[in-house]
């Protein structure tokens, strides 16, 4: 339960808009998201891949986030608005990082291996972005809007463009 605290008081922290801790458990999709995320990864850690890609599914009508139950996430994770949000099944994202909508963290391969991006801690991956690969993005990197990103980006960068070049 303490998690669950500690997520939606990160959310209250982060928007000014939100105006209790209950609006955002009950209306903001995003929590929702992760907290049932967290569910569906003990099932996939316990290798009941059905019933973990089950709450995965249901997570997704219920928010319009799609998070592979093999994913993992770190403390703290806002994804603000987050329609349209896929992150795969190999990404790891760290600790206090902020995901807008349409972010796609995906693979290039259907190979079964690492194959989604490696995310830092304190990342902030904008509107639309698509994070591609078994790559690495540092802590504290900032991807712009839109980007599309399919090599390491270093602690600190921020990266912008269609091709996402470093500034």
Known sequence: ????????????????????????????????????????????????????????????????????????????????HGFGVVIGETAVIGDDCIIFHGVTLGGLKFDPVKRHPTVGNKVLIGTGAKILGPIHIGDGAMIGANAVVIRDVPAGATVVGPLATQR
């Open 1 to 80: 339960m303490s998690r669950v605290l500690e997520l939606l008081k990160t959310y209250k922290n982060y928007d000014p808009a939100a105006k209790s801790l209950w609006e955002i458990g009950l209306l903001y999709p995003g929590p929702k998201a992760i907290a049932l995320h967290r569910v569906a990864h003990y099932f996939y850690i316990l290798k009941l891949y059905f019933l973990a890609r089950l709450v995965a599914e249901i997570s997704r009508w219920l928010t319009g986030i799609e998070i592979h139950p093999g994913a993992t996430l770190g403390k703290r994770l806002v994804i603000d």
